[in-house]
């Protein structure tokens, strides 16, 4: 028996070990795109103005000593085995550790947020955990007590947001930009350099017309080109170190950058922004977690890319130790032997197509994740996969994107400036990560703050020492990532400001459940057959549109359901928890409350299958009786607003859920005591059937048993969807500020963004709109 036991657990760790590697092979592609181009431009943009190498080799040895332990101590040893274990429930990146924050320090800027919320499993997977320290208990009490704090925290995040859009901008055109360079030293011909910045418009251009086919198509060939790429650096860095200076390694010690900045004093500062542009995409290891796995990560990193990209490094500066004459050409392309350059010139656009491609989509996820946290203006989402729930497409960011892309480099037409602006927006995401382990070393991991402080003295001084380097460079191109950063933060700010008063103002107007629950023949008030979906951002209480609908047009739907579509600070959301389901008043009066979570990076259902679920939980609901209460205690309005938890129809055990696609179907089934038959209407020529399977067993009171009826004949008069259609003005008396940012910015904003309905594909003929002035 031991020995059987022996060989099973040989072959799990075979297994797992496989598994790894396969994942660690396939993040390459992903994770590793943008931080394997860089070789093709630090050189260049370090030497570019600042730094002229002269005949002796002090300044080229500093700058390849400066690299090598930037590299070092930034994505190997901060990202790597630090900031890699910060993971929100298996997601990375700036608004995971926002999120983690919110979670255990309750500085939550989600209006809509319930105790209820707080049950989710993902919740409370990362509260639970050791006591806090005596400084980790008043920070986090000083936290909550503080709204100032909290906005701070919330506009830091939000800060990282906006570089990491301004990256997005940056490095597809400098990637492309540089590995489109090469064109002018292959052909040795001068008058060919004016070809650059049109063949990298036209890649770029294809590039973002590619977007909406999604990643999943091509996705295949992502990794292999980057392999290919780093296998190639790296051969010809070995190359060159053997042919031109074997000794270049003894620029890895850290003496030569004493040496270096000792030497070049004012310009070996400037040039850091140029030295810089080496950990290009180190934030991607982080912000691609959930397609991967930490240890998988770690271990392309550690064995493969890292060692390629020294010596990738080494290899140019052995070549440029031996070639002091080349003032204007000191890039990738002039270390590369002239039999390979073709090669290695197609090679290097695909890499930068895929780098491009890497930092597209995460620009596309981390827009998700601040309109899912109501920080940015609601945009149409498409998921591009439905095995990769990572993989989506904005369309309206792609195109904008695209625009911004193609101007910078038209406009700055070099490596330089290019490399200035991207290297200000990516020193700011890392200032803005290591700021936000500090307080999750303290708040989440509950270790020392001694530990915090000296996490972010160390990294926090190599960080700040770059930044002011790259900030320097204000009017050499360094102003269009803080012009971008601006831009996009304002309008997270009006849109944030805007969405927290209008839901403020819902919860001041809303309508008592009395007043609802007096609502009868007296009034002319009618029941007619179908159900009505009520869509509102409040979690509880009436909304006031809702009393408009009734005194327009006294009757509504014999069974009312008010919806509410909300996002949680948590990834996932699992299917067991996804519906909140209760009853408003009596249950004779068939009006239900369906609160649907999502998280931050769940696909929302924009279908008919969405209809399908919301229904079939609340069958489950009437089905299980999880509703004990009397209507006594229904009739006030303490227990009129408790909900239960019912979970998608993929997890019910008691009703079976299927649709079919004919006519018939049987009234009756062998173990059941009843079928109820839920049509679905649909413009389609094929008739779908949701069909409800009510066991026997156990026993369904006579009560519910009518309820479910009353529902299923519901469900076959059709839904119609009630809307809001609300138009936002500043109240008298306000401040010119405010009427600015309410009557300008954010009515702007909401006319021309999304319908907070649009996932639901509403069908026009079957929607009510009902129109309502916001006095904010």
């Given amino acids: 028996m031991d020995l059987e036991s022996g060989v099973y657990q040989n072959q799990v760790k075979k297994e797992s070990w496989r598994t790894i590697l396969t994942l660690a092979y396939q993040s390459l592609g992903v994770v590793y795109g943008d931080l394997s181009t860089s070789p093709l431009y630090v050189y260049q943009s370090t030497f570019a103005e600042d730094i002229k190498h002269s005949s002796t080799n002090e300044e080229i040895y500093g700058v390849l000593s400066l690299v090598f332990w930037t590299l070092t101590l930034v994505p190997l040893l901060k990202y790597v085995f630090i900031v890699l274990r910060a993971d929100d429930n298996g997601e990375g990146g700036t608004f995971a550790l926002y999120s983690l924050l919110c979670r255990h320090a309750k500085v939550n800027s989600l209006p809509s947020f319930q105790q209820a919320d707080e049950d989710l499993s993902a919740y409370k997977r990362d509260v639970v955990g050791p006591a806090p320290t005596s400084f980790g208990a008043g920070l986090k009490s000083t936290l909550e007590r503080y709204r100032v704090l909290q906005r701070f925290l919330l506009v830091l995040a939000l800060l990282g947001a906006c570089m990491v859009i ?39 251009i294809a590039l973002f017309a590619l977007q909406h086919y999604g990643t999943h198509r091509v996705g295949f060939l992502f990794a292999p080109v980057v392999v290919t790429w780093l296998l190639c650096i790296s051969a010809i860095g070995l190359y060159n170190i053997f042919y031109w200076n074997p000794h270049v390694y003894q620029a890895l010690s850290p003496y030569y950058i004493y040496i270096f900045l000792k030497k070049t004093q004012r310009e070996g500062w400037m040039s850091l922004g140029g030295i810089l542009l080496c950990i290009t995409g180190s934030e991607a290891m982080f912000a691609d977690l959930g397609h991967f796995n930490q240890l998988s990560i770690k271990v392309a990193f550690t064995s493969f890319v890292y060692p390629s990209l020294v010596l990738a490094y080494m290899g140019q500066a052995a070549y440029l130790s031996q070639h002091h004459d080349m003032q204007n050409h000191v890039g990738f392309y002039v270390s590369v032997p002239e039999k390979l350059r073709w090669p290695v010139l197609v090679i290097a656009i695909l890499a930068a197509v895929v780098g491009s491609q890497a930092i597209i989509t995460g620009t596309f996820s981390i827009i998700k994740q601040c309109s899912a946290l109501g920080c940015f203006p609601r945009v149409k989402i498409v998921h591009t996969s439905s095995k990769f729930h990572g993989q989506i497409y904005i369309p309206e960011i792609n195109w904008s994107l695209m625009i911004l892309c193609l101007a910078v480099t038209i406009g700055f037409r070099d490596t330089r400036r290019l490399g200035n602006a991207s290297g200000l927006a990516v020193i ?10 500090s307080l999750v070393i303290v708040l989440c991991w509950r270790r020392s703050v001694l530990l915090a ?36 933060m304002l309008t997270m700010s009006i849109w944030h400001y805007g969405t927290l008063k209008t839901y403020e103002f819902d919860v001041q107007n809303k309508v008592s459940v009395d007043w609802l629950l007096k609502l009868g023949p007296s009034l002319g008030i009618v029941r007619v057959r179908g159900i009505g979906l009520i869509h509102t951002e409040l979690v509880s209480g009436i909304p006031a549109i809702f009393s408009h609908f009734v005194t327009n047009l006294p009757a509504f739907h014999q069974v009312l359901v008010f919806l509410c579509i909300k996002s949680v600070p948590v990834p996932h959301v699992k299917h067991e928890e996804r519906f909140l389901v209760g009853h408003i008043g009596p249950r004779d009066h068939r009006i239900y409350r369906c609160i649907v979570r999502y998280g931050y990076r769940d696909a929302h259902k924009d279908d008919l299958e969405f209809e399908n679920d919301l229904v079939c939980s609340i069958a489950e609901f009437i089905r299980t009786g999880k509703a004990t209460l009397t209507d006594e205690d229904m009739d006030s309005a303490k227990h009129s607003d408790e909900m239960v938890v019912v979970g998608s129809p993929s997890t019910h055990q008691g009703i079976q859920f299927c649709e079919d696609e004919d006519g018939g179907g049987d009234g009756e089934t062998a173990g059941t005591s009843e079928l109820r038959e839920i049509q679905s209407p649909s413009a389609m020529n094929v008739r779908k059937r949701v069909r409800f399977v009510i066991p026997e067993s156990p026993a369904i009171e006579r009560r519910a048993r009518d309820e479910l009826r009353d529902l299923a004949e519901a469900r076959e008069g059709g839904v119609a969807y009630i809307l809001g259609h609300s138009y936002v003005r500043a109240k008298h008396g306000s401040s010119l500020m405010k009427k600015m940012v309410i009557n300008l910015g954010y009515d702007f904003l909401r006319r021309n963004c999304r319908a907070p309905t649009y996932a639901l594909s509403v069908p026009h003929a079957s929607t009510l709109e009902v129109g309502m002035v916001y006095q904010i």
Avoid: N
Avoid at 176 to 182: D, H, M, N, P
Avoid at 428 to 437: E, F, R
């Fill in 166 to 204: 301004g990256d997005g901008i940056l490095s597809p055109a400098i990637s492309v930009f540089s590995a489109v360079s090469g064109v002018e030293i292959a052909m040795a011909k001068e008058h060919h350099k004016y070809v650059e910045v049109p063949v990298a418009c036209i890649i770029l």
């Fill in 428 to 437: 700011t995401v890392m200032l803005v990560t290591t700021c936000l382990m």
């Fill in 453 to 488: 402080i000296l996490f972010v003295v160390f990294f926090g001084t190599i960080e700040a020492l770059y930044f002011t380097a790259s900030l320097v460079k204000f009017l050499e191109g360094a102003w269009v990532p803080i012009a971008l950063s601006f831009f996009f």
